[in-house]
């Protein structure tokens, strides 16, 4: 074989290796897109927003967040604490009737605490708490995000108004409840716990608290 000949047969092995590379990477990246799309709903697209429509900047800023906190271990909760924090929560609601600053605050307080006590990160961090819940809570973490922002604007002049605070307490409500739900994990301990103990006090209740929170939404709206 010839040494032009043995040439030419590197240099299509060369270009055939680059072209495949390319359309390795092209597939790729779409997956990878497509896959921070469906994970993250509209995390994803308030990060596009953030970056001004760079969905590649937001899409690395998303990837690295499930980078650092994709491989959290979410730690159950005693069915004591979860009842203490139901009736916390219940009593947030209650509240915001006579005194809606002081409950949103409260709220933006215990969701902290909660998330804490089930593993993510905590002392104070908001914004890196923020950043773990929306990799695992992705569709429920702005209600955190949205009574946050309301609870820090009551020290200011002109903060928000009742309809705004109770909207955001509502939404906020969700990751709450997400939060102090069983894991199906902890779910199927649960069920194989109460199939072998039918008379417990617990057996068959629910973790959702009681909420008199709707009942005057209209006094309030």
Do not use: C, N
């Not at 998303?62 to 929560?89: F, I, K, N, S």
């Not at 973490?141 to 605070?165: F, I, K, L, S």
């Amino acid at each position: 074989m010839s040494t032009g000949l043995i040439i030419a047969l590197i240099v299509i092995v060369a270009v055939v290796a680059a072209v495949a590379a390319v359309l390795t990477l092209r597939a790729r990246g779409p997956r990878h897109g497509t896959g921070l799309k469906r994970r993250f709903g509209p995390e994803y697209d308030r990060a596009v927003a953030r970056h001004d429509g760079d969905t590649k900047a937001a899409e690395r800023e998303l990837a690295e967040r499930v980078e650092r906190h994709g491989g959290l271990r979410v730690r159950p909760l005693e069915p004591t604490e979860r009842e203490r924090y139901e009736v916390r929560w219940t009593a947030v609601q209650e509240r915001f009737v006579d005194a809606p600053r002081d409950a949103v605050a409260e709220a933006d307080r215990l969701i902290a605490e909660l998330a804490a006590a089930r593993g993510f990160p905590a002392d104070g961090h908001y914004e890196e708490q923020l950043a773990a819940l929306s990799v695992h809570h992705a569709h429920q973490v702005e209600g955190y995000r949205r009574v946050h922002r309301v609870a820090q604007a009551r020290a200011h002049d002109g903060g928000a108004g009742t309809e705004e605070m109770r909207e955001a307490l509502v939404e906020a409500r969700a990751l709450f409840e997400e939060l102090v739900r069983p894991s199906r994990h902890e779910a199927g301990h649960r069920r194989a716990g109460a199939d072998g103990d039918r008379t417990s006090p617990a057996a068959g209740r629910g973790h959702r608290a009681p909420s008199m929170f709707h009942r005057h939404q209209a006094k309030e709206s």
